[in-house]
């Protein structure tokens, strides 16, 4: 199925992943970003997920990691 996946990282992207049916976000994680979901703040179709959500043909994942690095205070 396809989704439309947005990192927000220090190279942020958009754009259309085709996943398998059934993937939550915990195996979006394991194919396209690697670490772990408790460090980014994940919305789906612009509301709160966690790492168990199921996704859906057409959602929109909206990956944001929670601290990013080289931010002076």
């Known amino acids: 199925m396809l989704i439309t996946f947005q990192n927000s990282g220090g190279e ?12 939550t976000i915990e195996n979006v994680f394991e194919v396209f970003v690697g670490g772990s979901p408790d460090d ?27 601290k990013i690095a080289g931010a002076a205070l």
Do not use: K
């Open 40 to 66: 980014y703040v994940i919305r789906v179709n612009q509301e709160p997920a966690g790492r168990h959500t199921t996704l859906n043909s057409g959602d929109s994942v909206l990956i944001t990691p929670r």
């Open 12 to 23: 942020g992207f958009a754009d259309q992943r085709e996943v398998p049916e059934g993937s």
